[in-house]
């Protein structure tokens, strides 16, 4: 799964999923948009961060949860 935003690296928060560039991990991101912040009020909260970022974040979240739980066939 390749997102060009979203960089995992281990010298950074353990290796979570962060915005590149940054230490804002994926996980802050979904976490302000659960409590009804818009794309732009995060970007704003975050000044390193743009709209596009924290769609990224988004759009690697909803990847994940895509795979999540997929049960091989015996």
């Known amino acids: 799964m390749a997102h060009e935003r979203i960089t995992r690296d281990p010298a950074v928060l353990l ?4 915005i ?4 804002i991990s994926v996980e802050v991101i979904m976490r302000r948009l659960s409590t009804g912040l818009s794309a732009d ?5 975050f000044p390193e961060l743009t709209r ?3 769609l990224a974040a988004t759009a690697y979240a909803a990847e994940l949860v895509r795979h999540d739980g997929l049960v091989a066939a015996k």
């Open 15 to 18: 290796g979570k999923p962060c």
């Open 20 to 23: 590149v560039g940054t230490r």
């Open 41 to 45: 009020q995060i970007a704003a909260e």
């Open 52 to 54: 596009d970022d924290v």
